[in-house]
């Protein structure tokens, strides 16, 4: 099955909308026959794209490291939660799994994945895709900033365009896919 790794806070945010479009990504995924990959967490907009996907019949699967599972609410109801030792190992593991990766808002956690996954794109370590969830522009301001990149001359047009992103959770869906 093609599976996709979705990253997103363990917090939920200061706006309903996050939790809200986090539910309706995990729901458009199992629509489109897609599995979730995600790190396991029961609680914010990591739990609620779980839920998403969960309640729309989608597969599920964890991967969360040992120490984690109680500061993150890791979920011991998935038919596939893979607890692993490490951090490193949930990385591999959840990049081993999935054909792409798209962000949805999130904290520092959310963002350093973010930018390993297009970053290993970048470098041609893969060719997966990246794409964020822009829930009512929350993404605008790193946007910004990699546009600013772009014009100070630390980023190539070419690896500003691997960045794709939507407001939209059927066109991010689209999206990560690709062309037919
Ligand atoms: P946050 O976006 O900060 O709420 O974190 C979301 C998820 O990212 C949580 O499951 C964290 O455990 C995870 N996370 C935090 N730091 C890292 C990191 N350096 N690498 C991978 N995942 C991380």
Request: proline share 3%; aromatic share 6%; glycine share 14%.
């Amino acid at each position: 099955m093609s599976r996709v790794c979705v990253f997103g806070g363990a917090s939920a945010g200061s706006a309903p909308s996050y939790l809200q479009v986090a539910g309706e990504l995990g729901a458009a995924l199992a629509k489109a026959g897609l599995g979730l990959v995600y790190g396991a967490g029961g609680v914010g907009v990591m739990g609620a794209v779980s839920d998403g996907a969960l309640a729309a019949g989608g597969e599920v699967i964890g991967v969360i490291p040992e120490a984690l599972m109680a500061r993150e609410y890791g979920r011991t109801d998935l038919a596939d939660l893979r607890v692993v030792p490490t951090m490193h190992e949930r990385k591999q593991l959840m990049h081993d799994l999935s054909l792409g990766f798209i962000a949805l808002p999130g904290g520092l956690g959310t963002l350093e994945e973010l930018f390993e996954a297009v970053t290993w794109t970048q470098l041609g370590l893969h060719d997966k895709r990246v794409v964020l969830v822009n829930v009512d522009g929350f993404y605008d301001p790193l946007l910004q900033m990699v546009d600013h990149a772009v014009t100070a001359g630390f980023v190539s047009a070419a690896d500003r365009a691997l960045l794709l992103a939507t407001a939209d959770v059927d066109e991010a869906v689209r999206l990560i896919v690709g062309p037919a």
